[in-house]
């Protein structure tokens, strides 16, 4: 069973940038699925972030497509992402998850929260 | 793309039903089938409870079962058990590969 864990500071001042990586165990990384990363900002509902495949290509929210950037390191079986000029409306619980390419997302982290604060 | 709107509560009492909708619009749940629905209890990893709007992975109970009209999906949890207080999102896929979920529903056991 694939088993997927967050990690990454839990403080990040504003216009900095935001580093998260998601290690996965039970599974290789270069079998397949779709890698990606969903988040849930204080009293909203979710927002996919985005996802990438183990050959490397990547699909990005169009409204954080400016400023994210995804990267998948099978060697270390592990995946990362990278939000840049952050603000306090990037303060979220941020989640790595697989999922096919129509979805559904199948496996979760526990996530990891993430606030913006100078 | 916005999210899908779902209500933020519902409630029952044990061995009730309850139903949650999932609205979205014509270029995300009026125009697939691959509507999911997730489960969350406080501090724990989401679970996929529904894909494709009425499939249950395997070992998720037959009490939880799905449907979509239109722009609009449902979830209907039958015989309410405590453990099934928790929140409740939906998620549908957008085109173009994009991907959107729902608001969010706390559900409440009675």
């Known amino acids: 069973q694939v088993q997927l864990q967050e990690s990454g500071p839990g403080l990040v001042k504003p216009l900095e940038t935001l580093s998260l990586t998601c290690a996965v165990s039970?599974?290789?990384?270069?079998?397949?699925?779709?890698w990606g990363w969903i988040r849930q900002s204080p009293g909203r509902g979710l927002e996919w972030i985005g996802g990438?495949?183990?050959?490397?290509?990547?699909h990005y929210n169009p409204s954080l497509e400016s400023r994210v950037t995804m990267s998948v390191d099978t060697s270390k079986n592990q995946f990362s992402m990278r939000l840049t000029s952050v603000t306090a409306a990037d303060t979220a619980i941020y989640y790595c998850?697989?999922?096919?390419?129509?979805?559904?997302?199948?496996?979760w982290g526990q996530g990891t929260l993430v606030t913006v604060s100078s | 793309q916005s999210a899908l709107t779902q209500p933020p509560s519902a409630s029952g009492s044990p061995g009730q039903s309850v139903t949650i909708s999932c609205t979205g619009t014509?270029?995300?749940?009026?125009?697939?089938?691959?509507v999911s629905w997730y489960q969350r209890h406080p501090g724990k990893a989401p679970k996929l409870l529904l894909l494709?709007?009425?499939k249950r992975p395997s070992g998720v109970p037959d009490r939880f079962s799905g449907s979509k009209s239109g722009n609009t999906a449902s979830l209907t949890v039958s015989g309410l058990q405590a453990e099934d207080e928790a929140d409740y999102f939906c998620?549908?896929?957008?085109?173009?590969?994009?991907?959107?979920f729902g608001t969010g529903t706390r559900v409440t056991v009675l």
């Open positions: 998850a697989t999922y096919y390419w129509a979805g559904p997302f199948d496996n």
């Open positions: 039970g599974y290789s990384i270069s079998r397949g699925y779709y």
């Open positions: 990438i495949y183990h050959s490397g290509s990547t």
């Open positions: 014509s270029s995300d749940i009026g125009n697939y089938s691959f």
């Open positions: 494709e709007i009425t």
């Open positions: 998620g549908s896929y957008a085109g173009s590969n994009n991907y959107v």
